[in-house]
């Protein structure tokens, strides 16, 4: 039996559509008024998106939502659900603490506030009925300011005992504008440390080798195999692993084809660099990470024997997994038939 490894999941958009609506009916009827019913509601949600942009707006729709009072209970449904239909071992859930604050306050309050939101979050995530191993990666923000996202930085390196990494989310066409700022950043971060993973090489506007060699993982990173391949005998030299989400791509009109990523996966294997399949946002696609591996399958993009070896990349690479195997080399001893005693004899 599998369990998996999910390196890259957002907390904004990890919650399904059913659980969103269930909790606009309960407490804010006024949020989904506009909608003749769930299923045009879930249409709504789930639909593909133009651009990365048009898409990434969604978020603010469950971020407006996800508050100290309620992350408890969006988090609680999200682990119920990872446990029991995702097989899930092990969990980094992301997400921007300071936009889990209210935006009435101050800036100086509100990144006060964000050390209560990375204890809520990770004492939320603990559940004695569904154990996973979780751990959090706060998200820089490439729509907020240097003081706000240093101070990220900083709230990770005081909370290893929650946090296991940082990254930046909000877009890479505008973190390439900042670049001289997140490498700043980056530098901080290790310098203290922290693991890193970064949104970058996602849509051809978010190219930027300056900011690689400071990542430990690269957030989505699919333009560099489509092309940049020449960049991926360094990425395989630095142990840099992709964490690619095959259906954000079709959701943020990245590709158009699914199939486009064969030549993704292809390149990486040849170059030996190691591959992670997520989810992104499995809660707004409504897609769980079993379902991504199938596709992947179906569409004959990889096949099993490279599944596996992605499956196993995950936990490699994972930031906080405690054990040196996966779970399956735990399990195998437990599950493998015995020889009784009937067949002996
Ligand atoms: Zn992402």
């Keep these: 039996m599998t369990l998996y490894a999910e390196l890259h999941r957002h907390l904004g958009g990890s919650v399904v559509p059913r659980i969103l609506w269930r909790y606009f009916e309960r407490h804010s009827p006024e949020l989904i008024s506009r909608f003749a019913d769930y299923s ?6 789930t639909r593909p998106r133009n651009t990365l942009d048009e898409y990434l707006e969604l978020h603010t729709l469950v971020e407006s939502v996800q508050t100290v009072e309620t992350l408890p209970y969006f988090i609680y449904r999200l682990l119920r659900g990872a446990y029991i239909f995702e097989n899930l071992a092990y969990l980094e859930l992301r997400y921007t603490p300071y936009l889990r604050t209210p935006d009435h306050l101050s800036q100086s309050q509100r990144i006060d506030m964000m050390t209560e939101i990375v204890e809520v979050v990770g004492k939320a995530s603990k559940l004695r ?60 971060a290790r310098s203290l440390g922290l693991n890193t993973t970064g949104h970058l090489y996602e849509t051809t506007a978010g190219c930027d080798p300056q900011l690689l060699p400071y990542l ?12 940049y391949p020449e960049l991926l005998k360094d990425v395989a030299a630095r142990n840099q692993c992709l964490e690619v989400c095959p259906t954000t791509y079709l959701k943020t009109g990245t590709l158009q084809d699914i199939r486009q990523l064969k030549l993704v996966f292809d ?15 499995a809660g707004l696609h409504n897609v769980r990470l079993p379902f991504e591996y199938e596709n992947l399958l179906t569409y004959n993009i990889i096949n099993f024997e490279q599944l596996q070896a992605c499956q196993d990349a995950a936990f490699r690479h994972a930031f906080a997994w405690p054990y040196r195997q996966r779970p399956v080399s735990l399990l195998n001893g437990l599950l493998n038939p015995q020889p009784t005693k009937a067949l002996i004899s």
């Design 40 to 45: 045009a509601f879930e249409d709504f949600y």
């Design 216 to 227: 430990m993982r690269i957030g989505h990173g699919i333009q560099i195999p489509l092309l």
């Design 129 to 188: 009925e569904y154990p996973i191993v979780t751990s959090q990666i706060l998200c820089m923000h490439s729509r907020l300011p240097f003081e706000v996202n240093k101070a990220i930085v900083d709230l990770a390196a005081q909370n290893r005992q929650y946090v296991c990494g940082i990254d930046v989310a909000g877009g890479d066409s505008y973190s390439r504008e900042r670049i001289d700022e997140w490498i700043k950043l980056y530098d901080y």
């Design 267 to 281: 390149r990486c294997f040849d170059a030996g660099v190691d591959i992670a399949i997520c989810t992104d946002n």
